[in-house]
């Protein structure tokens, strides 16, 4: 399939006329000749979303099973683009080619996933109330609950993950399993990637023969277009995954519209690792060097990122501070995803270096050769508890390899630090059985803390699953009570509708009498068997 630098508008290819753009490869540092993208402006967002808008009703209204093949044959044409697909995501992200094919994984699970959930039918959450004519005082009337999609969402492709959260990713697949058009903005750092995907996704469209405007795919330099997308009166939700300067700007725009919508942004999080004495003490090494692994793990560049680890002085961290030191001493440097993302890391470390009271531990090895453009050392720092706290800039984000070491005296100073952190999408507990008691001390801060809670692990690598969170308090996401990954993604893009007295002839199928598509459905307060 070849990449034209065309951008999809329903089914149709249409070239952008404000302006073009290439892909940069961040290895070389180059521009990626072929193709030049045509960008859009307001003139095709209208276009995208009034199709969109279009398209809403007659989506959502074919049956559940075609909308859950719709999901497998997006996860099949990707799958069909096979190579070219991964060697373009590895020119425009500089991502190692096996990481690639994980994420290829990734994705048709995910789209495999919601196929299931649509074909359960479960997610439209449905509740029967059935009339009690006879009731005293008052009778109750028959009211009956369904969940139906909000309406078109726009998603923004995220820079980290070029394929598993971009044009099909957890977003895109969740909304179209609601029954939600999705026009994606492509990122600018993966444009023949994200052309790639959405003529995929254009190409199942079109073979189960669904309604012009379900799938759009627009590029555009700048905030702009994206901009003028949030805005755009079709749009009733928007997922995004990026900086909190970003995601905080799309939730301003979405609340400034005469009809607010909800913006699910992913945004900051430095995802605290706590390093308990027992633990410490059995395996202070071992833990130092998964920690080493999973700090660099893709340049460092995933949004659960170890960025803080907590521990209490001693001789046991010490040991645990030799071996990360060893393993990430030995870590060369890996080219970033983009030259903006590569300069602010190097200037989130230079800050870190300038603040009192941090000391550097360890710094990996430079990059050499012709392809050593954008590429990061990874980095180790060391500070008290005292500067920690004192210091709100400790506090912040590096995107990277880089984490920061705080010495606590006692579990009674690591609750009082977890107490001044922000919103994490996770918290890592490194125990033992002794270390129970101190443990359960802080669990009930971090559950008001963070949305995900690992034990013996560490928080890099997200399972798609029924069950995962990936999601928090402020500011790790706009809205904390929605997860961006697993199956209860869908629920960000589904509203409930309640039917009071409606003739069962004009009930939607899920809310029948005769239930024709098999639900579980809860009647009269009492779960189906």
């Known amino acids: 399939m070849a990449i034209t630098g065309d951008m999809l508008i329903g089914l149709s290819t249409v070239r952008g006329t404000e302006g073009q753009q290439h892909s940069i490869n961040p290895a070389t540092n180059q521009a990626i000749p072929i193709p030049a993208f045509g960008l859009g402006g307001k003139d ?28 497998e044959e997006i996860a099949e044409q990707i799958l069909a683009l096979g190579d070219a697909l991964i060697d373009r995501a590895h ?12 994420e290829r994984g990734r994705t048709v699970g995910q789209l495999r996933l919601f196929a299931a959930v649509v074909r359960e039918g479960a997610f439209q ?10 009731r005293q005082p008052l009778p109750r009337a028959d009211i ?50 994200s052309e790639l995907v959405g003529r995929a996704i254009q190409q199942a469209a079109r073979k189960l023969e669904l309604p012009d405007g379900v799938f759009s795919l627009l590029v555009g330099a700048g905030r702009q277009l994206g901009e003028a997308l949030v805005a ?76 803080l680890v907590v ?38 470390v230079s800050r870190l270096e300038g603040l009192a009271g941090v000391a550097r531990v360890v710094q990996g090895r430079p990059a050499l050769g012709e392809h050593a453009h954008n590429a990061a050392q990874a980095a180790l720092y060391v500070t008290e508890a005292r500067h920690f706290l004192t210091q709100p800039h ?51 801060i971090l559950e008001r803390k963070v949305g995900r809670i690992v034990a013996n692990g560490f928080p890099t690598g ?23 990954v697993g199956s209860t993604a869908i629920e960000r893009f589904l509203r409930p509708v309640a039917y009071q007295d409606l003739p069962d002839g004009l009930h939607p199928a899920a809310i029948r009498e005769a239930n024709p598509q098999r639900l579980r459905r809860r009647v009269d307060g009492v779960a189906d068997a």
């Open 44 to 71: 095709e967002v209208e276009r995208a979303a009034t199709l969109a808008a279009q398209a809403f009703d007659p989506y959502r209204a074919l049956p559940l099973e075609t909308r859950a093949r719709f999901l």
């Open 91 to 102: 020119q425009e992200s500089g991502l190692p080619l096996a990481r690639l094919q994980g």
């Open 125 to 134: 959450g449905v509740v029967i109330d059935q009339a009690q004519p006879e």
């Open 144 to 193: 009956r609950l369904r969940k139906i999609g909000l309406g078109p969402v726009a998603v923004f492709g995220a820079s980290n993950f070029p394929l598993a959260f971009s044009v099909a990713g957890g977003d895109t697949a969740a909304a179209l399993a609601a029954g939600c058009p999705v026009i994606v903005k492509a990122h600018g750092a993966h444009l023949g990637t």
């Open 232 to 307: 755009h009166p079709e749009i009733k939700a928007v997922g995004f995954t990026g900086s909190r300067q970003g995601g905080l700007a799309l939730v301003k725009i979405a609340n400034a519209r005469p009809e607010p919508i909800p913006v699910y942004a992913e945004m900051a999080s430095i995802n605290p690792v706590y390093l308990f004495p027992a633990a410490l003490a059995a395996r202070a090494e071992a833990i130092g060097r998964g920690f080493a692994a999973s700090l660099t793990m893709g340049a460092g560049q995933f949004c659960t990122n170890p960025g």
């Open 311 to 348: 521990a209490q002085d001693g001789r046991n961290l010490e040991r645990f501070l030799a071996a990360a030191a060893q393993a990430l001493g030995e870590a060369a440097a890996q080219t970033m995803l983009t030259p903006g993302i590569h300069d602010a890391y190097c200037q989130g």
């Open 394 to 444: 400790l506090r912040e984000e590096i995107f990277g390899p880089a984490s920061l070491v705080v010495r606590v005296a006692n579990v009674e100073e690591m609750i009082a630090l977890t107490q001044q952190l922000e919103g994490q999408l996770t918290a890592t507990l490194q125990i033992d059985e002794d270390d129970h008691l101190a443990a359960g001390r802080l669990l009930p």
């Open 462 to 484: 997200v399972e798609v699953c029924h069950a995962m969170v990936h999601g928090g308090p402020f500011p790790s996401t706009s809205n904390p009570m929605f997860t961006s």
